[in-house]
């Protein structure tokens, strides 16, 4: 779940790297680092790629083994940017940065961040370096052939209104983890997963000739980060997770908690509708509410300037990502209302790669269920319980049908390891609710302190409004101080 959420449309921390075939190591931390193989020690920085646009971020590549199990096997290559600090002086190490995804691309992350706010004092503190995770972008990137019809429905199945609708999905979800199975990149299948990305994270570190590294991951990124320290417990410095997946990692629970999140959000968008009439979406939360549900049944029965009932979903959740969204979002929901023009939504760039990097790893890194029985289930309850959005998110997609087996169980988290990590987290946040980061909470014990901002919308640091929330992940990354115990910020006036 990266902030822009693709197509609107990760018993106790690890005490040994368990890999099949593999002598375990006892302690990840006190093992030799790895030597990169075909690299020095100090990595090659050089220009960045023609439509990574920053004038200071320097780009690079390293190898890493496809396979971790044959470090000296097959090699693949991971691309890696950096904006340095300019003030030699003060760098403390380096902050390695990822936006989210599943599939999304980083490695013009870092100037994002400056661009958005990154307080100076940060920047001159580290070095910050993005990366295209393995199988995204310029990192060996995979590919399942999908059709632009296939990239959406794989993302958020059609809303399921009765058992037979999920039966009628399910021929579309096997095709898509077939040729997922039969594309020219399937042999990365078993291997593009959150846990080899984190041991390619800390080849980084290693080929950036660092003892430690600081992280700040968002969204999906909160799992990636979460799994690196507690594969390398030892390894990490400041590690900040902002807009959390539970502690399962983004797995089938995840999904069905999308629709929840939808459900926390909405009170916002009621408000803000509900205060402008100019719009005709209803002068109360309860008619605007109503609104909803009308168009959405209403497109589902006849789809407007190719608009049906499952789009209008997606495009409002998409766009309760932030506050910012809302006149946008108003706007469109008139025009559906008043079969007025609609503008022309834009696909995403590498959207093919995007969703297919996506589906390597969320089908790859846990089991889902593998019936379709169990969807229709599911389905059901959700379909009750989070009526605007339940009945798509619980709905049967490409993991039901994943053709490979699974190199290596998820990595548990757990509360074993150096007090060392800070959680961000919005209060109604549709893409990471807050109950799947009091559960990640709940599992790093005292290993982590999570501060809440009292605001809605994807993401805290640096985009939020919450000075709060923004100025307790500062203070951390700048001089190691957490809040003494769990804090929660209270709401800020809009500007």
Not at 131 to 151: A, I
Not at 222 to 238: E, I, N, Q
Request: net charge neutral; hydrophobic share 35%.
């Amino acid at each position: 779940m990266r902030r822009t959420l693709p197509l609107a449309i990760a018993a106790t921390t690890l005490a040994t790297i368990a890999i099949p075939g593999v002598p375990a190591v006892a302690n990840p931390d006190t093992a030799a680092a790895m030597p990169v193989r075909g690299h020095p020690d100090t990595v090659r920085w050089g220009p960045c790629p023609e439509k990574v646009a920053s004038p200071r971020l320097e780009c690079s590549t390293l190898d890493v083994p496809l396979d971790y199990r044959n470090p000296d096997g097959r090699q693949i290559e991971i691309a890696i940017s950096r904006l340095a600090s300019q003030e030699p002086s003060k760098r403390r190490g380096v902050l390695l940065t990822n936006p989210g995804g599943p599939g999304g691309a980083g490695l013009d992350y870092p100037a994002i961040l400056a661009g958005s706010g990154l307080p100076q004092k940060v920047l001159d503190l580290y070095d910050v370096i993005g990366f295209d995770p393995r199988g995204v972008g310029r990192s060996t990137p995979v590919s399942c052939d999908l059709t632009r019809e296939q990239q959406y429905r794989g993302n958020f199945p059609p809303y399921a209104h009765t058992a037979a609708d999920v039966a009628k999905e399910a021929p579309n979800a096997r095709a898509i983890a077939g040729q997922c199975a039969t594309s020219r990149t399937a042999w990365m299948l078993p291997h593009t997963t959150t846990a080899n990305t984190a041991r390619d994270m800390d080849r980084i570190r290693t080929a950036l000739g660092e003892p430690k590294l600081s992280y700040l991951g968002a969204s999906y990124g909160t799992s990636l980060g979460a799994v690196y320290t507690t594969m390398f417990p030892k390894r990490g410095d400041r590690v900040v997770l902002d807009s959390n997946l539970g502690p399962g990692g983004y797995d089938y629970t995840v999904m069905r908690m999308f629709a929840r999140g939808l459900e926390d959000r909405f009170p916002d968008f009621e408000k803000f509708a509900a205060a402008h009439p100019e719009y005709g979406l209803g002068t109360t939360p309860e008619q605007v509410t109503a609104k909803y549900f009308d168009l959405a049944g209403r497109l589902e029965e006849k789809p407007v300037q190719g608009i049906g009932g499952m789009e209008f979903r997606g495009f409002t959740f998409d766009r309760l990502y932030a506050d910012g969204f809302m006149p946008e979002l108003a706007e469109f929901w008139q025009a559906v209302d008043t079969d007025r023009p609609v503008p022309a939504i834009p696909p995403l760039p590498n959207a093919e790669n995007l969703m297919a990097a996506r589906f390597y790893v969320i089908c790859g890194d846990t089991r889902w269920p593998g019936t379709v029985r169990e969807y229709q289930r599911n389905v059901a309850v959700d379909r009750l319980k989070y009526p605007m959005l339940g009945a798509s998110t619980a709905g049967i997609g490409p993991c039901a049908f994943w053709p490979t087996e699974r190199a290596e169980p998820p990595v548990r988290i757990g509360d074993r390891g150096p007090s060392n990590v800070l959680m961000v987290q919005n209060e109604r946040d549709p893409g990471t609710p807050l109950a799947g980061a009091q559960k990640l909470r709940r599992a790093f014990g005292e290993r982590a302190t999570m501060v809440t901002a009292d605001q809605g919308g994807h993401g805290v640091y640096p985009f939020g409004r919450n000075t709060c929330a923004k100025d307790a992940v500062t203070a951390f990354l700048t001089s190691g101080q957490r809040p003494s115990r769990d804090l929660a910020c209270a709401a800020e006036p809009s500007k």
